[in-house]
C-alpha cells in the first residue's frame, strides 16, 4: 500500500496472541502507527508502535484504546471452546465495548476475527456461502455469531462497516486431515484483512478464511467485491497429515465442520 494511503492509526487487538504476532509484523506497512493491544504481555513498541494493555471486559478501558484509532483488527478473545462466563468476558462484552468505542471514536471500518465455528455444526463436505444458516458448535461459536450480529447492527444502525472473517484453521501447517481443507496460511490472512480493511463500501461482509486448497466447504462468492485471491494451498503438507492414522468416520469430530470443538464440554463451573 503506497504510504498515502496508509492507516493512520490502526488498532489490533489480541496482538500478544498467534495470529496477533503475525499481523502486528505484516499490518504495519499498512499503518502509520499501529496501535497494540492485549491482556497478556506483548513485545515493546518499535518505531511506529503504541503497545496499550487492555482487558477487553472492561468497557472504560476499551472506550480509551480506541480513542484516535481510525479503524480495528479486533483478534483479541477468547479463541478456543471454554465455560460460558469466560467466552462472556472476553468475547460478548469484549465485541460490544470494540464496537461502542467504534460508534463513540467514529471509527469507520472494523475487521471482526470471527471463526468457521459459527457453522460448525454443519456436516463436512457440505458446501456453505454466506448466507447459510448460522450452526455454532459451542460457547465460543456462538459468542462468534453474536460478534458477526453486533457487526451487522453497527452498520444498520451506526454506518460503521465491518468484515467478519470466519478464519478456517490458521496455523503455520494443517495439522491434521481437516486442516487441509480448512487451511489459511499467514500470507493468505494478511491479504484477507488488507483488503478487508481498504476495500471501499463493504457493509458488512462476512467472508470464509481458507487458502486455495484442494477441497472446499466454503463457498466465498457472495464475498468477491473483497478481492480475495488465495495464493497458498494445503498441498504441500498432504502426505505428512494423510500418513497420520484414518480418524473413526463415526466420531462427531469427522463428522462435523468444527472438528474436535462440537464434541468439548459440558463444562461444570458451579
Ligand atoms: P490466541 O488465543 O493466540 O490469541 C487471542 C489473544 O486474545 C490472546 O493473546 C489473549 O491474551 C487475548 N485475550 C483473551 N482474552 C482477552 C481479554 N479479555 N482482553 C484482552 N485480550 C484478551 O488466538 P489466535 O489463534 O491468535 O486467534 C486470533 C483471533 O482469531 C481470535 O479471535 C480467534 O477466535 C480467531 N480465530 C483464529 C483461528 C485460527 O486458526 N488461529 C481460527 C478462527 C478464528
Ligand atoms: C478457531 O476458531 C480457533 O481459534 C483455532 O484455535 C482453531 O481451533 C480453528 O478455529 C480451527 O477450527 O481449526
Known amino acids: 500500500m503506497a504510504p498515502e494511503t496508509r492507516i493512520p492509526r490502526l488498532l489490533l487487538t489480541g496482538a500478544a496472541g498467534g495470529l496477533g504476532q503475525v499481523l502486528r509484523s505484516s499490518l504495519k506497512p499498512h499503518a502509520t502507527i499501529l496501535r497494540a493491544s492485549d491482556i497478556a504481555p506483548m513485545a515493546p513498541a518499535a518505531a511506529g508502535e503504541e503497545v496499550v494493555p487492555c482487558n477487553l471486559a472492561d468497557k472504560a478501558a476499551v472506550d480509551a484504546l480506541v480513542a484516535g484509532c481510525d479503524a480495528i483488527v479486533h483478534l483479541g478473545g477468547v479463541s478456543v471452546e471454554r465455560p460460558f462466563e469466560e467466552v462472556l468476558e472476553g468475547n460478548i462484552r469484549g465485541v460490544f ?75 503455520p501447517e494443517p495439522r491434521d486431515r481437516r ?33 486455495a486448497n484442494r477441497d472446499i466447504w466454503w463457498d466465498n462468492r457472495h464475498a468477491a467485491h473483497l478481492g480475495f485471491s488465495p495464493l497458498d494451498t494445503s498441498e504441500a503438507f498432504r502426505p505428512k497429515v494423510e500418513a497420520q492414522p484414518l480418524p473413526d468416520p463415526a466420531d462427531p469430530a469427522t463428522l462435523f465442520q468444527g472438528g474436535g470443538f462440537v464434541k468439548a464440554g459440558p463444562f461444570e463451573t458451579l
Not at 126 to 155: H, T, W
Open 97 to 171: 465495548h470494540i464496537y461502542e468505542g467504534a460508534r463513540r471514536h467514529g471509527v469507520k471500518r472494523v475487521v471482526f476475527a470471527s471463526s468457521n465455528h459459527v457453522v460448525g455444526f454443519h456436516r463436512q463436505g457440505e458446501v456453505l456461502d454466506n448466507g447459510c444458516a448460522r450452526r455454532p458448535d459451542g460457547y465460543y461459536g456462538i459468542s462468534k455469531s453474536f460478534g458477526e450480529d453486533m457487526a451487522q447492527f453497527y452498520f444498520d444502525r451506526h454506518g460503521i462497516e465491518s468484515v467478519s472473517i470466519r478464519i478456517g484453521s490458521s496455523f
Open 179 to 211: 486442516m487441509l481443507v480448512t487451511w489459511l496460511s499467514y500470507r493468505d490472512l494478511t491479504h484477507l484483512v488488507v483488503q478487508s480493511l481498504t476495500t471501499p463500501g463493504v457493509g458488512h461482509t462476512v467472508v470464509y478464511g481458507m487458502s
